[in-house]
């Protein structure tokens, strides 16, 4: 029902994420069947492709997924620079088409600004999932956004309304 409403050109939207005093920018698109969530928190996740990150979270750490979700983390990872990401780190499981039993690594961002259709808003409590590879062939979006976060972002709105 979704899907009929949207055209093409609205499914896709700019996302700014921010972390650790550095910011990113990339395009998502609204991604109908990602319902993630951090288990422990209940935060929703955006999943973000790993080379999109590369100046937002040390190389050593992107370039060591699979070791950290395995739980065996390379000793030069425990330096200094490293240790304030890894603390803010979590894994979080998740089920895929072709993968029933998958892991992510993922990070609460301080924050997300995305903007819709020439309409931004700004939200708190995300979690950045790293998939390791590319999530679309063309390189048209390098980041899967649930529906949830945009819902959410409009309840929030409307809140903020309704109290003023």
Do not use: W
Request: with cysteine; charged share 30%.
């Amino acid at each position: 029902m979704v899907k009929s409403k949207l055209s093409k050109k609205d499914m896709f939207c700019k996302i700014k994420i921010y972390f650790n005093e550095k910011q990113i920018e990339t395009i998502a698109i609204i991604d109908t069947g990602n319902m993630l969530k951090d288990p422990i928190t209940r935060m929703p996740v955006i999943v973000v492709e790993k080379d999109i990150l590369y100046d937002m979270v040390p190389h050593r750490i992107l370039e060591n997924l699979d070791k950290i979700i395995g739980g065996d983390v390379p000793q030069e990872l425990y330096q200094d620079e490293n240790m304030t990401y890894l603390s803010k780190f979590r894994v979080i499981p998740f089920s895929s088409i072709g993968k029933q039993n998958g892991l992510l690594l993922g990070f609460k961002a301080n924050k997300v600004e995305i903007e819709i259709q020439e309409n931004e808003e700004s939200i708190q409590n995300v979690i950045i999932g790293i998939y390791d590879k590319p999530l679309n062939k063309k390189s048209q979006y390098h980041a899967l956004l649930g529906l949830d976060i945009i819902e959410r972002s409009e309840e929030d709105e409307y809140i903020a309304n309704v109290s003023q």
